[in-house]
């Protein structure tokens, strides 16, 4: 599975720990996230993951265009919906894309934790329809 992780600025050490307590998952499946999220995950799990640029200076855009093309298969997006800032990654556009492409997305940690069990059960067989 192609799974991509995306953490507003207040979450991305929660997006860490997250990683770190599900590594053993993530570990076999192919991992992507934009830059600066992408580098604080590899720092603390030694996870290989490919990076988009930074979501301000267009990873947004090179995750959403990778969505558009089915080149996503699951959507973590620990998301601040307190503090919204206008250099942070919109969640709004790429859930949107989520729902038209059919691909699951977990916008908090409840969500997220429930996607990868879904995941290491196995209950994500019906995405290889899509690819």
């Known amino acids: 599975m192609r799974i991509a992780l995306i953490a507003h600025d207040d979450k991305k050490m929660l997006m860490q720990n997250f990683c770190i307590a599900y590594r ?9 996230a934009t830059g600066t999220t992408g580098r604080l995950i590899e720092e603390v799990t030694n996870l290989n993951l490919h990076k988009y640029l930074t ?6 855009q090179q995750m959403a265009a990778a969505i558009e093309q089915n080149g996503i298969d699951l959507l973590i997006f620990l998301r601040d919906p307190v503090n919204n800032r206008t250099h942070e990654v919109d969640a709004a556009h790429l859930v949107r894309l989520c729902d038209m492409h059919n691909i ?7 969500s997220a934790e429930l996607l990868l069990k879904s995941l290491d059960r196995g209950d994500f067989a019906w995405r290889e329809i899509y690819q």
């Open 55 to 60: 979501g301000h200076l267009g990873g947004e």
């Open 104 to 110: 699951p997305v977990a916008t908090n940690l409840a």
């Open 24 to 32: 053993a998952i993530l570990s076999r499946n192919d991992l992507y």
